[in-house]
């Protein structure tokens, strides 16, 4: 599994309750730029929209950025930040937007990775981490830092 792009914010303003793997829906050059530079997943979330055909509901990754992929001709009109379709089964589509309409939870994008020659986005369902929470989460990485350290000199 590598690793081709983190959301490291999202640890520090959400709290996980679950973790999903979903596939993405790309264009060619989009995996061909994931590949070698990665994505932007900071400020980017997920939403539901219904198919205009079907009337089932579908999970979208919104405001994710991949960069173009430079040897493709300039006139190519690419859309970095276009809207992208995540590829999951029915029943884990409709468990999802179930959870998301209780108050409060929200689905969050936490990387971008490779899984046997195809590209993944690991999705977390997440509740927003209050101000105080999030000075816990500060208190708890120094100490565990100083910890390291004091270790590390008597080591």
């Known amino acids: 599994m590598k690793i081709l792009a983190e959301n490291r914010k999202a640890g520090f303003d959400y709290e996980f309750l679950e973790k999903v793997e979903a596939g993405l829906s ?12 990665g994505a932007q997943l900071t ?6 929209k219904t198919d205009e055909k079907t009337g089932e ?37 409709s468990y999802l937007t179930s959870r998301i309409k209780e108050k409060g939870l929200t ?23 209050k101000l105080h929470d999030k000075r816990e989460s500060i208190k708890k990485k120094d100490v565990e830092r100083k910890m390291r350290e004091e270790i590390k000199a008597r080591g």
């Open 57 to 93: 509901p579908e999970l979208f990754w919104i405001g994710g950025t991949i960069t173009p992929y430079q040897t493709l001709n300039l006139h190519n009109k690419y859309d970095s930040k276009r809207d992208r379709k995540l590829l999951l089964h029915r029943s884990e589509i």
């Open 107 to 129: 689905l969050v994008p936490i990387m971008v990775y490779t899984k046997k020659h195809k590209i993944k986005l690991e999705l977390a369902l997440a509740r927003g981490k």
């Open 26 to 37: 790309l264009l060619g050059q989009e995996v061909k730029s994931l590949r070698i530079r």
């Open 43 to 48: 400020g980017s979330y997920i939403i539901t």
